[in-house]
């Protein structure tokens, strides 16, 4: 079956102009998480959605970022007023909840590169 | 709050020798630990996984892993390397359902 989606691949963008990420999950993946990985910080966690309960936002590292999902599926991460510091890979995963697999999958990433 | 260590930034190696890439942890609840592949211009991938049980686990590319709850290391290994296998590998914790808290990765570079 399909594996997460990711768009769009590359993004190049200039310093202080707003970009949207997309992730497609898995099908029946109630799970979707957000990460960041990036030189000499490896990867760091943004956000985590469960099913509809409040997202996890604790790893956001700043107001700027803002992720939303929709219909449990589609999920968006916004970067406003973007700077050179938030170039990086982003990467979704999903995962099913329940069982004990506990594993994540996770999408090819998206490589935003700010000027 | 939990960490990962992966003490090694980069690993090289020669084809055919054995290999192992540390990974520690810590955690203030009991944790299930992954380690990740990814491979040049590749995604993240599961490679295996402790979440119970048996303390020594495989991968179907023979790489194994051993969960030392004493010393709190997840250290992986391989007896013999191929080309192939070069690429980063992450060793990651999570509490469960939860977020991954991954270490900063570990490159293997095999050459012949």
């Known amino acids: 079956g399909a594996g997460v989606s990711q768009s769009p691949s590359n993004k190049v963008t200039e310093k202080g102009k707003d970009v949207e990420l997309r992730c497609d999950p898995i099908s029946g993946h109630t799970a979707l998480y957000w990460y960041r990985q990036s030189l000499g910080q490896g990867l760091e966690f943004l956000i985590y959605?469960?099913?509809?309960?409040?997202?996890?936002k604790s790893g956001l590292p700043s107001d700027r970022f803002s992720a939303e999902r929709t219909g449990g599926s589609v999920s968006t991460l916004t970067i406003q007023r973007t700077q050179q510091e938030d170039s990086a890979v982003y990467l979704c995963?999903?995962?099913?909840?329940?069982?004990?697999?506990?594993?994540?999958?996770f999408g090819p990433g998206t490589r935003l590169t700010v000027t | 709050a939990q960490s990962v260590t992966q003490l090694d930034s980069q690993v090289p190696v020669f084809e055919e020798a054995p290999v192992e890439l540390r990974c520690n942890y810590s955690?203030?609840?009991?944790?299930?630990l992954f380690w990740y592949v990814q491979y040049p211009n590749q995604g993240l991938q599961l490679l295996l996984k402790y979440l119970s049980g048996s303390t020594l686990v495989e991968s179907i590319n023979g790489f194994e892993a051993e969960f030392n709850k004493s010393q709190t290391s997840f250290h992986l290994r391989k007896p013999s390397v191929h080309i192939s296998d070069t690429a980063e590998y992450f060793c990651?914790?999570?509490?469960?359902?939860?977020?991954?808290?991954f270490g900063k990765g570990t490159m293997l570079l095999v050459s012949p």
């Open positions: 955690s203030s609840v009991s944790v299930y």
């Open positions: 995963a999903s995962s099913v909840v329940g069982g004990e697999s506990y594993e994540q999958y």
């Open positions: 990651a914790v999570s509490g469960g359902y939860s977020t991954l808290t």
């Open positions: 959605f469960q099913g509809n309960s409040a997202p996890d």
